[in-house]
Nanobody
Framework: QVQLVESGGGLVQAGGSLRLSCAASGSIFRIGAMRWYRQAPGKQREWVASISSGGTTGYSDSVKGRFTISRDNAKNEVQLQMNSLKPEDTADYYC???????????????WGQGTQVTVSS
C-alpha cells in the first residue's frame, strides 16, 4: 500500500507565505507526476500545480508567479511554496501522485488526506 501525507498548512495573513510538503511512503517502485490540488468550501476541487519526474512544472493561472512546486525524488516528497497569499487561496490542499508499486505493472493515482490553508484579509 502507498500513503501520501501532507503537512505545513495553517493560518496566515494576506501577503504571507506557507510551504506545504507531501511525503509518499509504502511499497513504492517509482513515482511519476506529482500534483497539488485544492478545494475551497462549496467549490469543486481544482488543480494547482504539477511536476513531472524529470522536473517539468505547470501551474494554474490563479497561482502562476506566486506558487512554486518542487520535489525530492530521493525522499519521495513534493513541496509547494506559496508566496503572496490571498484570501481566495483559502482551501484544503491535497497532494496527488502517480505511483508504480513494487511488484505491480500498473500505475495508480494516490491522494493525501489534505491540509488546510486559511488566508485572512
Amino acid at each position: 500500500q502507498v500513503q501520501l501525507v501532507e503537512s505545513g498548512g495553517g493560518l496566515v495573513q494576506a501577503g504571507g507565505s506557507l510551504r506545504l510538503s507531501c511525503a509518499a511512503s509504502g511499497s513504492i517502485f517509482r513515482i511519476g507526476a506529482m500534483r497539488w490540488y485544492r478545494q475551497a468550501p462549496g467549490k469543486q476541487r481544482e488543480w494547482v500545480a504539477s511536476i513531472s519526474s524529470g522536473g517539468t512544472t505547470g501551474y494554474s493561472d490563479s497561482v502562476k508567479g506566486r506558487f512554486t512546486i518542487s520535489r525530492d525524488n530521493a525522499k519521495n516528497e513534493v513541496q509547494l511554496q506559496m508566496n503572496s497569499l490571498k484570501p481566495e487561496d483559502t482551501a484544503d490542499y491535497y497532494c496527488n501522485a502517480d505511483v508504480l508499486q513494487s511488484g505491480r505493472s500498473e500505475i495508480r493515482a494516490y491522494w493525501g488526506q489534505g491540509t488546510q490553508v486559511t488566508v485572512s484579509s
